[in-house]
């Protein structure tokens, strides 16, 4: 909690309610001016006392010695007490004391930091009747009076949205590790695919070739027989090309045998061949040495950036850079297209940036995207490499 001088309104507004019926009621209490409470004088401190008593809003005032001199209902029902049990009583009996011998109701607050929702919230632990700790959160405003100091707080219960914002933070935490095991899975089972296509069909259809050519020798074969087996020959061929290209979609073969930068390689070919634009791979193989989490990972986010730049930018160059610098390793994409708006970036039903950003945070790393200073979109990535490398 914080000193509100010039803080949220609302509060304020109440805070100087309650130290108007504060200010009436004391000097009505000491007579100072010369009343009994009842005339013209105390008029405005009883129409705020009316506000304060009907506020939805716990709000308390302690003075300097930090005891209680006012509490409205809706105080005594956030800690389960009636009103005259909380006036008069330490202001320790509510709100969790800090560790300082006589310490001012301001310190009440101070130790427990900001709250977070507000720049000017506070957060402090309340203590219910049976002794209960809950969470507390609210606005202290202190204001001289006859000489002493008077801090008068609004208090929140957040205990129930603290509750429902670890809740959904466990759950966020849930989801990410389940995104994380399914793209683990689905990487295996392409690995496992591939490997069985190439090892299996690919050896089967090798040796069928073989078969065949062995064949033509044998039979002499007619100029008939000499077609069908050239025929039979060429499918053959375009077989084992389609089933190298799709082992290689499902999982490049150089990522487990010849490491991250011979697969970005192959990658960086593949897409200049398709589709004719220009792009550098700038990196040092010896740089890319990491394991099979973070070579997959990085090759993935890679992937995922040339498809986008392929089938969104219009670009006609592009640069990826690959460099180590102190245990991490910093990855920038940069393309010379339409480049990226923000509302790209929120589209509901795109996946591929979310896939990135899930994958460099799996790594613990950080990751910008947005448009470049020149045309463009840059992409650039951090990630802890120290434990990765091999
Ligand atoms: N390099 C780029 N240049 C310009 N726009 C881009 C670029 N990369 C992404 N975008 C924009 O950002 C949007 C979101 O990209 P994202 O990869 O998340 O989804 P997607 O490519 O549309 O679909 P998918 O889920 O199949 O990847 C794209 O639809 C596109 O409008
Ligand atoms: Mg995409």
């Known amino acids: 909690m914080k000193r509100q001088r010039s803080a949220h309104p609302r509060g304020r507004g109440l805070a100087m309610l309650a130290l108007g019926f504060l200010g009436g009621r004391l000097l009505a209490r000491t007579g100072a001016n010369g009343s009994n409470g009842a005339d013209g004088a105390d008029a405005p401190a009883h129409h705020s006392r009316r506000i304060v008593h009907n506020a939805g809003e716990a709000i308390i005032a302690a003075d300097d010695s930090s005891r209680i001199v006012l509490a409205n209902p809706a105080a005594a029902r956030m800690f389960g007490v009636a009103v005259h049990e909380m006036e008069g009583s330490p202001l320790a009996r509510f709100i969790r004391a800090p560790h300082a011998m006589d310490a001012r109701p301001l310190e009440y607050f101070q130790a427990d930091g900001r709250a977070g929702r507000r720049g000017t919230d506070y957060a402090g632990t309340g203590l219910r009747a049976g002794g209960e700790p809950f969470a507390i959160e609210g ?32 759950s966020h935490d849930q989801l990410r590790q389940l995104s994380s095991a399914l793209q683990t899975i689905r990487e295996e089972e392409r690995t496992h695919i591939a490997r069985e296509l190439h090892d299996d069909l690919g050896q089967l259809l090798a040796s069928l070739r073989m078969d065949l050519s062995l064949l033509t020798d ?72 990491l394991d099979d989490q973070a070579s997959t990972a990085i090759f993935r986010i890679v992937q995922e950036a040339l498809t986008n730049i392929a089938r969104h930018a219009h670009a006609t160059r592009v640069t990826m850079n690959l460099y180590r610098l102190n245990g991490e390793l910093l990855v920038t994409i940069r393309d010379d297209g339409r480049g990226i708006r923000e509302a790209d970036m929120e589209k509901a039903e795109s996946l591929g940036l979310v896939g990135m950003r899930e994958r460099v945070w799996a790594l613990n790393g950080e990751i910008t995207i947005g448009a470049d200073e020149a045309p463009g979109t840059r992409i650039d990535i951090v990630l802890p490499v120290k434990d990765h490398t091999v």
């Open 218 to 289: 044998a039979c002499g074969g007619t100029p008939e027989a000499l077609r069908l087996i050239g025929g039979m020959d060429g499918n053959l061929l375009t077989a084992i090309t389609s089933l190298r290209r799709i082992a290689t979609n499902l999982r490049p073969r150089a990522l487990d045998e010849g490491g991250l930068y011979f697969a970005l390689q192959g990658l960086r070919d593949d897409f200049v061949e398709r589709h004719g634009i220009d792009c550098d791979l700038l990196a040092d193989e010896n740089e890319l040495r």
């Open 139 to 170: 606005s202290i405003v202190d204001t001289r009076q006859n000489g002493s100091t008077v801090y008068t707080i609004i208090l929140r219960d957040v205990s129930e949205r603290q509750r429902v914002q670890r809740k959904l933070a466990r």
